[in-house]
């Protein structure tokens, strides 16, 4: 992206760095990191991160009105609508492919949203290990942001307290998945109880006592009165996980983010949005025929997580396949052409998705941009699961130069 910092940092790119950086990174975090960790940093020019953040701050604003809002809550599920849900998200996470724009600049289009927490703790400590990294490399001995509206390292922190925490003691709040060890995102539950003080809590080890619930610690049961949910439905039903809870019931907890958000503003949104970053999309429940040209399409369902399902070269026949009942359950978007914008070592392309991340604390009006993180690929698509074979790909930051 940025041609300088790009071409410094290639030059400098040796045989043992990666295996340095990932060692520190590892190190840093206190544990493995079970996904494809890429090479290298996103340089993020000062017109790319402008466009990016202007149009994923309109988007927000666009799908936060209330009467949006009631529309999007139709794609709650009866059996998991929870009550108590708030009047806006915590966590929102809007995606942007890097496309080349009709002026020649490169600019960003809408892959997904989602109003569910990221790795909001882990891109503070790998962007701090890639700043180390970089101080022996020449030119890029820097102080680096990855952070929007002003933010610095400790006032993020404090906004990351703020939104999962609320007003209560990080003793009464749980960071919720399923077998936390054991999920893709671990190293972001242990950064976050570096951060933030909270501990990763299995679901099903929590015990209720009528409209509470309680976690043991050191043989003593402890109230839990906020949950920061990173429980993904369609894991915990294909599981067919037991809860010592139904997410209908009446509980003595506050959320970040509540359930239904889960939900509400998902790629489900997708269609109700008019904005120039998000390509046209069909649900496949209301097409009266197939398009002729399928090939500008991509064919996704609506609910899964890490490119699950998705068709990038859909066929009549995928779609055929789909029963007539679940065709309200899948998506059908134009198709973006991804920018190879980032140069690698020998000189081909790597392509990029941007996730702009925004937070909410209880108090506040609405979500505020806070920062990012950014996947890279030299596949058909972006998720670290379709590119763990390859190099130059993976989960990384977007970096800028603040000094």
């Known amino acids: 992206m940025d041609p300088a910092f790009r071409r410094a940092y290639n030059a400098a790119f040796g045989p043992n760095t990666y295996a340095d950086y990932l060692d520190r990174l590892e190190r840093r ?3 493995k990191i079970p996904f494809r960790v890429a090479e290298t940093p996103l340089f993020l020019p000062e017109g790319l991160r402008a466009y990016l953040a202007k149009s994923a701050t309109e988007i927000v604003q666009q ?8 529309t999007m809550k139709r794609a709650i599920p009866a059996h998991l609508d929870a009550p ?7 966590c929102v996470q809007v995606d942007f492919a890097i496309v080349r724009g009709p002026s020649g600049e490169l600019e960003g289009r809408v892959v997904e949203l989602q109003a569910f927490p990221s790795l909001y703790a882990l891109m503070v400590l790998q962007s701090e290990v890639m700043a180390d990294v970089m101080r022996t490399m020449p030119g890029l001995d820097r102080k680096w942001s990855i952070f929007f509206g002003g933010l610095d390292r400790d ?5 990351l307290r703020k939104a999962v925490l609320a007003d209560e003691d990080p003793a ?12 893709k995102t671990y190293p972001d539950f242990l950064a976050t109880k570096e951060l933030v003080g909270v501990d990763a809590v299995c679901p099903t080890a929590l015990v209720r006592e009528g409209r509470r619930l309680f976690r043991k610690v050191n043989g003593k049961l402890v109230q839990v009165r906020r949950i920061y ?3 993904v439905f369609d894991e915990l039903e294909a599981r067919k996980i037991e809860l010592p809870f139904r997410y209908t019931e009446e509980l003595d907890i506050t959320w970040c983010s509540h359930p239904n958000w889960y939900w509400t503003w998902s790629k489900y949104t997708l269609p109700y949005i008019d904005h120039p970053a ?32 998705v068709k990038v070269d859909p066929t009549k026949e995928d779609i055929a396949a789909i029963p007539a009942s679940d065709r309200h359950g899948w998506l059908l978007q134009e198709k973006i052409q991804y920018e190879p914008a980032l140069p690698m070592p020998d000189g081909s392309g790597v392509k990029g998705e941007v996730r702009m991340m925004f937070l909410r604390a209880p108090d506040e009006p609405a979500p505020q941009l806070v920062l990012n993180l950014v996947r ?6 972006l998720g670290v699961d379709q590119n763990k074979d390859l190099t130059w790909v993976g989960g990384t930051v977007g970096l800028w130069p603040v000094d």
């Open 29 to 31: 975090v206190g544990s």
């Open 63 to 70: 799908i936060s009105r209330p009467n949006v809002i009631e």
């Open 84 to 90: 108590g849900m708030d009047p806006l998200p915590n």
């Open 155 to 159: 006032a993020f922190v404090a906004r």
């Open 172 to 183: 009464n709040v749980v960071l919720l998945d399923i077998d936390p060890p054991n999920q």
């Open 229 to 231: 949910n990173r429980v």
């Open 278 to 309: 998000v390509p046209r999309a069909r649900y496949l429940s209301e097409l009266e025929e197939i398009p002729h040209d399928l090939e500008r399409y991509v064919l996704k369902p609506l609910f899964s997580f890490a490119g699950a399902g």
């Open 376 to 381: 890279l690929s030299r596949g058909k698509m």
